[in-house]
């Protein structure tokens, strides 16, 4: 397993597999399924695509990196499949603005599905995905990853659609106007397009960038794989790998769900096991899972992670796959020390998503 | 006065003001009011700016003309004001993306205040307007110019706002989804932003442009204010010049409006006054009137140009400035001739506005 390897390395079968587990639960709920664009990056692999990961010791100062993600509500994403080479476009359409040629391609999100759309992209043009991302995790939106926060503008951009419609962001005042504008556009395109953003520097990805996002979530899903295959506790296994606790055990006793304006928001309540301190608890949703409460009580704050996962396999569950009476255990996981800055809370604290009474205060991380 | 002149001629402030009731009048009841424009134009003038007609008979066959015109809901541009360089952007951001310097401007729409847009734009340039423009008239979409109808495409297009953004369409798969995806942008910027579309070479504009609109606008806004000055009849002025007929004289006796998704969309019921036949009329809206009934019966189609006035001042009153008991008179004008071939009726006649059960036939001449 090459996590946090210094090399280059090559992604196979199997490490889709288990990326597709590990993106899952980085997903927090929200960031779309991984599991149709792990189809698509299987079929590109057995199509004889290469897909190289590029370690970020290995990242030139210069090289051309352009983050790129699948953008729209993820429930569209679950019924309208991708044309296919959407980011490809993307690309090409970046290259054309721009008079060059992109030298490698930046995950924007590793949790969910778009930890695959970089993948299918790089191998369909030939360049490497560098092993990071601007997330750590999922985020609704796009000004939320640390390259924005740490000073990349976006713009421009370029967002394709499956139909072969381009638009190019040229410029926007500010990352929130270009996120306002592509959300409005997307939404007319159909819900479900890729987003190319400005090339950054290698020297800056290697600062600012989530380190190690693909050999850390390849390895959670191998964690997971290995629990269950030997019959441990993949829930407990998930948390010893990424230094985080159970906060709650119970199932799920109400469930509040809006799509609108391509988010999906809403409230999960639930009624704790009696075997784990009981009591009540609610998690509130806006694509990801943002605050975890204990009987009225605020415990776990965005961006630190809130997971939500089946009790006996591990499996991450999507917000769209909550159901009533489902038994869930509730994980808490530490946020990167990237998303946890000053500046970084503005844009991905409590106040970033209109919680203004909420202040956030790193989590515990020991029961 | 330079009507339908063929020799390059500069625009001055009276000319302004004929303008902006000529444009007022073949606004249909949209396009949005001139009126603000028309003080944005006339500043240019104090300012010293110069404001060119070209005459489509000087227009050089491989010139580069790119049309120009305001996008949003009429109701939001009356209350914000422009920024007043959003279409000098749309221009920089043109030649920038192609490589190319414009040549000359090209109005999309006469009616309304796209009448003034472009004389603001091209100003600011240095460069004349032509005199033409894709509408002869009003329209609700952009995909209804003769331009489109005859085979341009209008991507790549740049849309610029008042906050600084810049949005290129790169590629459209149609002229319909470059007005759904526009459409969708100008909401999220906030419903009122400029767009210049693809450059036309001078020979398709001289071939498919509705040929002296400017000319003949101003030439119409002099004739309602030579008849007012004359205490002559404006309303029977106009319908001389304009080879229309009055249809009904009445006052508005029911209105509905409603505003979404950037269009306004609605009915006035019309009674009619004794001496003039009575009875009672319907006009329906979106954004300009369409479809004009009396007692029932469906009488003026668009694209032939349904025009309600003050029926003592001769002014065009807006939908939005529609009233409750006002007395209006209500012309009929018929359409160009380029808007009436089997190709344009597919776009800009009852069809293309969701009118199935409607057959456009040219309006009766005389009363």
Redesign the interface.
């Known amino acids: 397993m090459p996590e946090r390897q210094a090399k280059t390395w090559s992604l196979d079968e199997a490490m889709l597999d288990a990326l597709e587990i590990g993106a899952g639960i980085l997903g927090i709920g929200g960031g779309s399924s991984p599991y149709l664009g792990k189809l698509r990056a299987r079929q590109v692999l057995r199509e004889g695509g290469e897909m190289t990961i590029l370690s970020l010791a290995e990242l030139t100062d210069d090289a051309r990196v352009v983050p790129i993600g699948g953008v729209g509500a993820p429930v569209v994403s679950f019924e309208r499949t991708k044309e296919g080479r959407e980011g490809l476009r993307c690309v090409r359409?970046m290259e054309d603005?721009l008079g060059i040629r992109v030298d490698a391609i930046a995950c924007q999100e590793i949790g969910g599905a778009n930890a695959m759309e970089p993948l299918i992209v790089a191998s369909m043009a030939g360049i490497p995905v560098v092993d990071c991302d601007g997330m750590g995790r999922a985020f609704p939106e796009m000004q939320m990853t640390t390259y924005s926060i740490y000073g990349h503008r976006s713009t421009?951009s370029?967002m394709c659609d499956p139909?072969?419609?381009?638009?190019?962001?040229?410029?926007?005042?500010s990352e929130k106007?270009h996120e306002?504008?592509v959300?409005?556009?997307v939404?007319?395109?159909g819900g479900s397009s890729v987003l190319a953003c400005a090339p950054m520097a290698g020297a800056f990805v290697r600062q600012h960038a989530i380190p190690h996002s693909y050999s850390r979530a390849i390895a959670l899903g191998n964690t997971v794989l290995e629990a269950v295959r030997s019959h441990a506790d993949p829930v407990a296994a998930i948390c010893s790998r990424e230094g985080g606790i159970i906060i709650f055990r119970g199932k799920i006793s109400d469930l509040k769900r809006h799509l609108g304006g391509g988010f999906v928001t809403g409230e999960a309540t639930l009624a704790g096991f009696d075997d784990f301190d009981g009591g009540t608890a609610s998690v509130l949703i806006q694509n990801e899972n943002l605050v975890f409460s204990r009987d009225g009580e605020v415990e776990v704050v965005v961006p630190d992670l809130i997971v939500i996962l089946d009790i006996d396999t591990g499996q991450a569950i999507n917000t769209e796959m909550l159901r009533y009476g489902q038994r869930v255990a509730v994980l808490a996981l530490p946020s990167h020390p990237l998303l946890r800055t000053a500046e970084a809370l503005d844009v991905v604290g409590p106040a970033g998503f209109g919680f203004t009474d909420l202040t956030w205060r790193p989590m515990r991380t020991s029961s």
């Open positions: 359409a603005r421009p370029a139909h072969g419609n381009v638009v190019i962001f040229d410029h926007a005042i106007w306002r504008m959300r409005a556009c939404v007319a395109q």
